[in-house]
Each structure stands twice: as structure tokens, then as C-alpha cells.
């Protein structure tokens, strides 16, 4: 089933308990290891942390992203529309704006 991706937690993702992330309003947005998990070594313990701090701040790279792919469309077209005053080849879209473009299709499951 795809989604919008307008569909997602609204607001401020923080994390809980070193491991699970919430929403403002506390609802468990997800939870890294299991007790088991965590106790196994300091190093999954330690990963399972950092994977928790990566998943809440999804919202913020999320808008920050479609904003930087917004600006560099812009950028673009500005460009382009020079043509008729300075000769030169228009450009394209680069590869980083196709790999931003890519995350945002697999965050949004339009992949």
C-alpha cells in the first residue's frame, strides 16, 4: 500500500530510553533492539543508540532535503533560461539531486 507523504508523525521525533523514539505527543515511532539485543555487547548497544538518534531526526532531514532539491530546480531553470543571452550547454539534473530524489521517492514509498 503506498502512502503520502504527508502521512507520516507530525512534529519533534526525540529519543526515550536511549533506544525507542517518540513524537511529541508520545507515540512509539520505533523502537532499536530489543532488551536481549542491548545487552549483548557495548558495541550493539551503542549501535542500536545511534540508529535510534538517525530514525527521530527523519522529519528534519526529510523537509530539509525536498528544500535543497527545491532551491537546486531553481537554481537550475535560472540557469538554463540564460541560454539566450550567454550561449552555453544547458545542464541537467546532476547525480546528487537524482540520489536526493531517490530517498525522498523510498521515504515517501513511491519507490
Not at 2 to 13: A, E, F, I, L, P
Not at 83 to 109: D, M, V, W
Request: glycine share 4%; aromatic share 6%; hydrophobic share 35%.
Amino acid at each position: 500500500m503506498r502512502t503520502k507523504s504527508s502521512q507520516y508523525t507530525k512534529g519533534k521525533w526525540k529519543v526515550v530510553h536511549e533506544f525507542n523514539v517518540e513524537s511529541e505527543n508520545h507515540r512509539v515511532i520505533a523502537s532499536c533492539g530489543s532488551f536481549f539485543d542491548n545487552t549483548k555487547s557495548d558495541s550493539t548497544r551503542q549501535e542500536n543508540i545511534a540508529n535510534a538518534h538517525l530514525i527521530s531526526s527523519s522529519p528534519d532531514l526529510y523537509e530539509a532535503l525536498k528544500s535543497a532539491l527545491v532551491l537546486l530546480d531553481k537554481q537550475r531553470e535560472e540557469y538554463n533560461a540564460t541560454l539566450t543571452i550567454l550561449p552555453h550547454k544547458p545542464i541537467g539534473e546532476g547525480e546528487i539531486a537524482k540520489a536526493a530524489r531517490k530517498a525522498l521517492a523510498k521515504a515517501e514509498n513511491k519507490q
